[in-house]
């Protein structure tokens, strides 16, 4: 790539050509802030005013027949068929529910018992920590004879034997945007027979992903960040259509029966995705992220990641002209191929410096050290 000088014709150049201009309008920023926090808080969707206003008129006309009437009932299954194009899997191989971090206990609670004889769970020791409390929770939840084995993510593929039951890891790191070879490390874990488990928190609206094309087995996410559903807003678990009815959610919830409202005494798991559901959805929560899954369904996934590819790399070249003389390190530097949507700045004073840029009006995050 040759270097160009992003300045301030150029950027609006580019703006002007952006296939993905229209979009913009659709959200609604902080007013007055340059918000560089998608990655924590997705911006809000104009639209989600109307679709929460419909959920409440709902709600009002009809009650508890809005379970039915306004499809609250199946709308884990109809969001999860509308996110799967942007993870590159197929419509009924994910499920909209819960959080990341409950649903990241839930698959890997289940295939832990589905590989009995294995006792091993490598995890990427860089990850995002609460995903490793889980991991260290539920090896001493199933007995305690499992081994957590932390490994460097570059490392993941070369560490995977006949002993790994799970391995788990982000796709993009939370903290540097490094993206992770799926490929490489799916099919490591295939020819061992482990199974894998990956967190697209960081991944889900912002990079192209290529679940079934990868070799995935199982996959969580998050709905606030990328995909911009709110605060708080409803995960999402994948389970590749083969493995799906081998798995038994540890959480035997009544919305995962075969027949939720037969009352059955005995708990008979559902076919399919909706066997990994456990209670009630939160449907207002919902209708928000399918608002907002609305305003991205119109773009192709690759157009989504060429964008933030693009807006990383005017980013991180026109700091990195200033970085040396103000001791900034940007990971990864300016090709922003191998990394998400987020950029990594390291400083030793990044605290005060990220309270200086709030200051001045410029929203970023910062995670010590
Ligand atoms: C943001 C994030 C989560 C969030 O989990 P919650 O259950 O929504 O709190 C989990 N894992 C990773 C890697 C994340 O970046």
């Given at each position: 790539m040759t270097a160009v000088t992003w300045n301030f014709e150029r950027c609006a150049a580019r703006d002007r050509e952006?296939?993905?201009?229209?979009?913009?309008?659709?959200f609604q920023l902080p007013p007055d802030q340059i918000y560089l926090v998608g990655h924590s808080l997705g911006a809000m969707p104009v639209d989600v005013h109307e679709a929460m206003q419909r959920v409440l008129r709902s709600w009002g006309a009809e009650g508890v027949g809005g379970w039915n009437r306004s499809g609250w009932l199946s709308a884990s299954e109809r969001i999860g068929e509308r996110l799967a194009p942007l993870l590159g899997a197929r419509s009924h191989e994910v499920i909209c529910a819960d959080s990341t971090t409950v649903n990241l206990f839930r698959l890997l609670g289940a295939a832990l018992t589905s590989a009995p004889a294995r006792r091993r769970i490598l995890v990427e020791e860089e990850n995002f920590p609460a995903d490793n409390y889980i991991v260290d929770g539920i090896a001493q939840f199933v007995g305690g004879d499992h081994e957590v084995l932390r490994v460097p993510g570059a490392a993941l593929a070369d560490a995977i034997?006949?002993?790994?039951?799970v391995v788990v890891a982000s796709?993009?790191?939370?903290?540097?945007?490094r993206v992770l070879p799926m490929r490489a490390v799916c099919a490591a874990a295939r020819a061992s027979g482990a199974i894998t488990l990956w967190d697209l928190a960081h991944s889900a609206g912002a990079v192209e992903i290529a679940l079934n094309d990868a070799g995935a087995d199982l996959a969580v996410g998050c709905?606030?960040?990328?995909?911009?559903?709110?605060?708080?807003a409803p995960a999402f678990m994948f389970v590749r259509e083969g493995m799906q009815s081998s798995l038994r959610a540890p959480m035997w919830g009544w919305l995962g029966h075969?027949?939720?409202?037969?009352?059955?005494?005995i708990y008979r798991p559902a076919e399919g995705m909706r066997r990994f559901l456990c209670g009630t959805p939160p449907i207002l929560s919902m209708a928000a992220l399918e608002a907002a899954l609305a305003v991205l369904e119109p773009y192709a996934p690759v157009a989504l990641a060429a964008k933030a590819t693009a807006l990383g790399e005017v980013f991180a070249s026109r700091l990195e002209g200033e970085a040396a003389e103000h001791g900034l390190v940007i990971e990864?530097?300016?090709?922003?191929?191998?990394?998400?949507a987020h950029v990594l700045v390291q400083h030793p004073d990044a605290k005060q410096l990220a309270l200086a840029l709030a200051v001045r009006g410029v929203k970023c995050d910062y995670r010590a050290p």
């Open positions: 952006d296939p993905l201009r229209a979009a913009r309008a659709r034997d006949a002993r790994v039951a796709h993009v790191n939370y903290r540097s945007g709905g606030y960040k990328y995909l911009s559903g709110g605060p708080g075969e027949a939720p409202f037969s009352m059955a005494p990864g530097g300016t090709d922003r191929a191998a990394h998400g």
